[in-house]
């Protein structure tokens, strides 16, 4: 499976972003899927993400109110919508799948997903 996020770019505080994974196959099925960051010196972060198709969505405090995170089956996409963006959410953005569900404790490790894009630049100006 290989997926391929978009969507980043540079954007003004209180501006927003629209983030797109697209994978090469039917992905988001069953599964786990989250959207990570990760910005200069530091470790990769969890956002928001599913422990499986039809999951509750699970959010990092610090994006919880302003990103909303959704998956589109048919398109095999799912996608990430960041609201009131402040410079603090500046990043590299990762999308990750798994194949089977992850139990709640696991999916804001990156160690439990499969299968990773390669990353869309977000940068946020003062």
């Known amino acids: 499976v290989q997926l391929q996020a978009s969507g980043g770019g540079l954007v003004q505080a209180g501006g927003s972003l629209r983030l797109s994974c697209a994978a090469s196959?039917?992905?988001?099925?069953?599964?786990?899927a989250a959207w990570f960051r990760q910005a200069p010196g530091k470790e990769r972060e969890f956002v928001a993400g599913v422990p499986g198709s039809g999951g509750y969505t699970y959010y990092s405090d610090s994006v919880k109110g302003r990103f909303t995170f959704s998956v589109d089956k048919a398109k095999n996409t799912m996608y990430l919508q960041m609201n009131s963006l402040n410079t603090e959410d500046t990043a590299k953005y990762y999308c990750?799948?798994?194949?089977?569900?992850?139990?709640?404790?696991?999916?804001?490790?990156?160690?439990?997903?499969?299968?990773w894009g390669q990353g869309t630049l977000v940068t946020v100006s003062s």
């Open positions: 990750a799948a798994h194949r089977n569900r992850l139990v709640i404790t696991a999916i804001r490790r990156p160690s439990g997903y499969s299968y």
């Open positions: 196959e039917r992905t988001f099925s069953a599964g786990a």
